[in-house]
């Protein structure tokens, strides 16, 4: 199945905090996918 998205070692900050840290990640077409954690 063909991927509609796909991410490497992605990281994101805000300021000293690091929200994501080395996500890999591949979604397929028609899948329904989500990302849960804390607020």
Do not use: C
């Amino acid at each position: 199945m063909q991927e509609i998205l796909e991410t490497r070692g992605l990281k994101k900050s805000f300021g000293e905090i690091h929200a994501v840290d080395g996500v890999s990640l591949r979604i397929p077409q028609r899948l329904l996918t989500s990302i849960i954690g804390p607020n």
